[in-house]
Nanobody, 123 residues
């Protein structure tokens, strides 16, 4: 049974940093690319960042590029998202997600999702 357990969400102020983690079990973690998505109230879920299976490729949404960093630890089956210089518009529920393949590929090929963790950035 595949399980994705997130941690690290919370309430922070503008300019603060926060690190999200997603611990994965029940699947061979390093066989897949992984990503982070987010959904703000009243908005559709959007892509944030993704990393390929051996971390030789990363991709970011323009809105977070240069502020967020996605990393993975294949030894610990963990996906991380380091978020710096947070802004109120980063407020959302954040989800980690599994790609069907080893490379980042199409966003429509993310096929398994975590429950989500709330990140709130106050102004």
């Amino acid at each position: 049974q595949v399980q994705l357990v997130e941690s690290g969400g919370g309430l922070v102020q503008t300019g603060d940093s926060l690190t999200l983690s997603c611990s994965v079990s029940g699947i061979t973690f390093d066989n897949y690319a992984w990503g982070w998505f987010r959904q703000a109230p009243g908005k559709v879920r959007e892509f944030v960042a993704a990393v390929s299976w051996i971390a030789n490729a990363r991709d970011y949404a323009d809105s977070v590029r240069d502020r967020f960093e996605i990393t993975r630890d294949n030894a610990k089956n963990t996906l991380n998202l380091q978020m710096n210089n947070l802004k109120p518009e980063d407020t959302a529920v954040y989800y980690c997600a599994k790609q069907k393949y080893r490379y980042i590929g199409s966003l429509s090929d993310f096929d398994f999702w975590s429950q989500g963790t709330q990140v709130t950035v106050s102004s």
